[in-house]
């Protein structure tokens, strides 16, 4: 059956591909190399790259004393940042403590680091410094805990937070919390540990995401999903209950759990 409107029809036959104009390929686009990277990040001043750079290769005492020049020569603390994350990326406790100390300012760029060293001194340090451990990473992204088990850090790490009062049902402006990220990839091990923490989680679209889960335990992940958020219903459409993300995700096709699974 001819289904198309009339006025559609007479588009198309006056369309002729002679007038489709000649594409020129762009090729791929440039990838950035680890080096790259670096050099847009550091300091346009040498003298602070240059301690950037000896805070990258670990050489401590070399930086250190760069950075005692930097500070007698009057650079701000601010402009020591990138010291600040070379020194975490490389493990340096003592560099970190000492650029903490002068008024380097603590950020969430430095969880992750720490978090993939297995590094507890480097996360109790940036506490210490005034880090909310329970804010967001980003708008979309839960507070840090969440990168911990994002990068599938062990339960050693995910019980430091735990034990330094991390909530896993804290959520970013987005309704995603630490639990939703487990849900999907965390050991069941771990999963049950937060659920000792929270017992009663009210964010995250937990069964959304427990839905998502591929591994074998899904089913268990379920479970428990749907004993501890007795609020749940299983024909909930995913962000019902939370505007922002609704009118944010609902570009996308929003469903019930069941829209999720695979």
Not at 11 to 17: F, G, N, R, V
Not at 62 to 90: F, H, K, N, R
Not at 137 to 151: G, I, K, Q, Y
């Amino acid at each position: 059956m001819d289904t198309l409107p009339a006025f559609f029809k007479g588009e198309l036959s006056d369309y002729s591909t002679d007038k489709l104009p000649d594409f020129v390929p762009i090729g791929a686009s440039p990838m950035l190399t680890a080096a790259d990277v670096q050099k847009l990040c550091q300091s346009s001043d040498p003298h602070i790259a240059a301690a950037e750079a000896q805070c990258r290769a670990g050489n401590s005492t070399y930086a250190s004393a760069s950075i005692d020049q930097l500070v007698q020569d009057g650079t701000p603390a601010e402009s020591l940042q990138l010291c600040l994350l070379e020194a975490t990326c490389s493990g340096d406790t003592a560099l970190v403590r000492k650029l903490l100390s002068l008024g380097v300012p603590v950020n969430m760029n430095l969880m992750e680091p720490a978090i993939k060293r297995r590094s507890l001194d480097l996360l109790l340090l940036f506490l210490e410094y005034g880090l909310d451990i329970n804010k967001e990473v980003e708008w979309c992204f839960p507070p840090p805990l969440s990168l911990a088990l994002d990068t599938g850090a062990d339960e050693l790490v995910i019980a430091w937070f735990l034990d330094h009062g991390a909530d896993p049902d804290a959520r970013c402006q987005m309704d995603m919390t630490p639990l939703s990220i487990a849900m999907q990839f965390a050991p069941l091990s771990i999963i049950k540990m937060l659920f000792v923490h929270t017992s009663a989680p009210q964010n995250g679209q937990l069964l959304h995401y427990a839905a998502r889960r591929t591994s074998r335990d899904s089913d268990e992940v379920i479970d428990l999903v749907l004993q501890h958020c007795k609020n749940l219903e299983v024909n909930d459409i995913m962000y019902h209950n939370h505007a922002f993300s609704f009118e944010i995700r609902k570009c996308v096709g929003l469903g019930t759990a069941l829209h999720e699974a695979d």
